[in-house]
């Protein structure tokens, strides 16, 4: 069973445009939710994380937005450059967990 | 430098054989992972280990095999009865508890031919 669910697999936007990643999860006992993003070739490294007390946390461009609710969460990337183009993972944990659970990835693409 | 080192970056291996890639962090961090990626599946756990000398298996742990013999180092053995090892392996470590990350080795890119 899919603990996380990412969507879409694939988002092409324009330079300047907003990027819109969303997440499921299903155990409302996570409670730590981080985004990484990864180049080709390389291991993915920590873009931002959040938790559950907060609905939003902002840095520089890049947003996550927190439902508890909805048990859903989203990153946006405002004002999209080429050179963020590469794959975002979201992925949740607990504070004493031990492992990751990670959606599947989405390849972004900016196009110039 | 504080990291996570993995080697080599590429490896090639003929089917039957056995491989054993390496993961060495100086972290002083008590979880290590290892990470299979494939395109389209995400990142899906091989096996973990939170302390040394133990270890679990993840979602896909048939055909591996691991060690934790020191803190710094978790090596992955690919062996012949893994059906399709040709993949991008990652490795990676956390402390194991608290609101934290965990960091990534660049992988390894295992080809078996």
């Known amino acids: 069973q899919q603990q996380v669910k990412q969507s879409p697999q694939s988002l092409i936007v324009q330079k300047g445009g907003i990027s819109i990643i969303n997440c499921a999860y299903e155990n409302t006992a996570f409670d730590y939710f981080p985004w990484y993003q990864q180049f080709p070739g390389k291991g993915p490294a920590l873009l931002i994380a959040i938790r559950p007390d907060v609905s939003e946390k902002k840095e520089g461009r890049f947003t996550i937005s927190f439902n508890k609710s909805a048990k859903q969460f989203s990153l946006h990337i405002m004002d999209s450059q080429p050179g963020d183009s590469a794959t975002y993972f979201c992925a949740a944990s607990f504070f004493t967990g031990n492992q990751f659970y990670f959606g599947t990835g989405t390849s972004l693409t900016v196009i110039p | ?113």
């Open chain 2, 1 to 113: 430098d504080g990291g996570i080192t993995q080697s080599p970056k590429y490896l090639f291996r003929k089917e039957g054989q056995n491989v054993t890639l390496s993961c060495e962090q100086n972290l002083n961090h008590d979880a290590m992972y290892w990470y299979r990626q494939d395109p389209g599946q995400g990142l899906r756990l091989i096996y973990y280990s939170q302390i040394v000398n133990d270890f679990q298996k993840g979602d896909i742990a048939e055909g591996y095999s691991v060690s934790r013999e020191k803190k710094e180092s978790f090596p992955l053995t690919v062996t012949s009865a893994q059906k399709n090892p040709t993949a991008f392996y990652l490795c990676a470590s956390r402390l194991t508890v608290g609101y934290t990350e965990a960091f990534f080795g660049q992988g390894t890119r295992l080809t078996v031919v």
